[in-house]
């Protein structure tokens, strides 16, 4: 069980994977060797030892806190002018029904185009999104039919955006480094989503709704000026000399065949679908349980952001002392039983306390996955692969979460969340009394 300590096996297993170079992959240099262990360095936050991942890290975190301010005005505005929680559901809808027919043909693009590139494009289609909403509330022109419009081509855009986002991180560091910039980069999703929404209401409450769609227009400079900088080479592949369908048929063909991948896909199909949901459920544990308001939700909401964000140095931690295969297993378990400690949670301060501790454990096992589906993928793949992972997990959460509300409905948001609780538990327990299932899913 134990992680390979010895700097013999950790210099093998970089040279085996270093293997990759040969495609002109060029990452920004590691930190100065030094006679220590340092932060930056082989510790928790090992990352931010590379120029470009430090400044492509930075520019993200005040871009997406730019979208999550967006996303606060804007739900809040569609609730104000339709009076409708199910039309907020159909904007929040028409940001993910892209990924269900799109995503798959968005992972070829990224394997195939400048990942960069391709980057840089669709950020400027989602900047010119939200400069066109700020323009039209303005003039009080934003309409349903304006606002879903706009609302879809962003998300079209977005959809072609996260596979090229998700592989070009793998590409700013070194292999060994993979797992913290993976879990660093969701640490500053996590960051972005516990600050942007209390600055969205801030910024509503003083201003406007448009002003918050103008400040996410300027925050996409961040990310585009940040991805000009990097100096790290981010090469096209050769086109497939098949097409566009056999390309995307090339990945799923893989997956089939090669059952770590399948098997680690099918544990993130389980949770996306009774765990992850759980935010869902969160506005009727706040109100109708704990006896709590709009801040009440917001805090519990909050901080399953913060947990998720303080979990990436912990998780790169323990990658340097266990096998990705455990700590999928370890961070299941744990997942699974804070789903159930919530459910039956009367406590506030308690509550905020397990949405921490489930913030932390789903956090391990997304960036667990992803770490190993990218590790041991050729870099061709890698667009594809994430691209697969954004439909389980982006894909999925939504369905399973319109499952666990009309389940809500008609029994209770506690019940249905101690189901959701026990059900990653039971695949926990099956996961250690079958551990073949995981043998393989490691990054050597």
Not at 8 to 16: A, D, F, I, L, T
Not at 179 to 206: C, K, Q, T, Y
Not at 322 to 343: D, H, Q, T, W
Not at 398 to 410: E, K, Q
């Amino acid at each position: 069980m134990q992680k390979r300590d010895n700097e013999e096996n950790e210099q093998e297993r970089e040279v085996v994977v270093l293997g990759e170079g040969e495609t002109g992959l060029s990452p920004s240099p590691p930190p100065a060797e030094s006679g220590e262990r340092t932060l930056l360095r082989g510790g928790v936050l090992s990352a931010f030892g590379y120029r470009d991942f430090s400044i492509v890290w930075s520019g993200a975190l005040l871009s997406n806190i730019g979208t999550w301010i967006h996303m606060s005005a804007l739900f809040w505005y569609v609730k104000e002018i339709t009076g409708s929680d199910a039309w907020v559901g159909l904007v929040t809808a028409a940001n993910f029904i892209p990924v269900f027919f799109l995503v798959l043909f968005a992972g070829s693009l990224a394997d195939v185009l400048n990942r960069k590139v391709l980057i840089i494009v669709t950020q400027i289609v989602m900047m010119l999104g939200a400069l066109a909403l700020g323009i039209f509330t303005s003039f009080d022109a934003s309409g349903l039919a304006v606002i879903m419009i706009v609302t879809l081509i962003m998300g079209t855009a977005f959809t072609f955006n996260f596979p090229a986002w998700r592989a070009i991180i793998t590409d700013l560091v070194q292999p060994k480094d993979i797992l913290n910039a993976v879990a660093l980069d969701a640490a500053e999703f996590n960051m972005a989503r516990f600050i942007g929404p209390w600055l969205g209401g801030i910024i509503v409450s003083a201003w406007s709704v448009s002003a918050a769609f103008y400040i996410n227009a300027a925050s996409f400079f961040t990310i585009i000026i940040a991805l000009m900088l990097i100096q790290t080479k981010t090469p096209k592949n050769p086109p497939p000399p098949h097409g566009t369908i056999r390309h995307v048929q090339e990945i799923l063909v893989y997956v089939w065949h090669n059952r770590w991948a399948f098997n680690i896909l099918i544990i993130l199909c389980v949770a996306s679908i009774f765990g992850l949901p759980f935010i869902v459920l969160l506005p009727g544990m706040a109100k109708d349980v704990l006896g709590k308001d709009v801040g009440g939700y917001g805090l519990l909401l909050g901080f399953v952001g913060l947990g998720a964000a303080l979990a990436a140095p912990f998780i790169t931690w323990l990658n340097r002392r266990f096998k990705e295969s455990e700590i999928i297993k370890i961070s299941a378990f744990g997942s699974g039983l804070l789903l159930v400690g919530f459910s039956l949670s009367r406590t506030f301060w308690l509550s905020l306390l397990l949405s921490a501790g489930l913030g932390v454990s789903f956090l391990m096992v997304s960036a667990a996955i992803n770490t190993v589906l990218q590790a041991r993928v050729d870099r061709n793949m890698r667009g594809r692969i994430m691209s697969l992972y954004i439909l389980v997990f982006q894909g999925l959460m939504p369905v399973g979460g319109l499952g666990m509300g009309l389940l809500a409905d008609r029994t209770s948001a506690p019940t249905v969340l101690l189901i959701g609780g026990l059900v990653c538990t039971a695949m926990s327990v099956a996961l250690f009394a079958f551990p073949s299932f995981l043998k393989n899913a490691v990054t050597q």
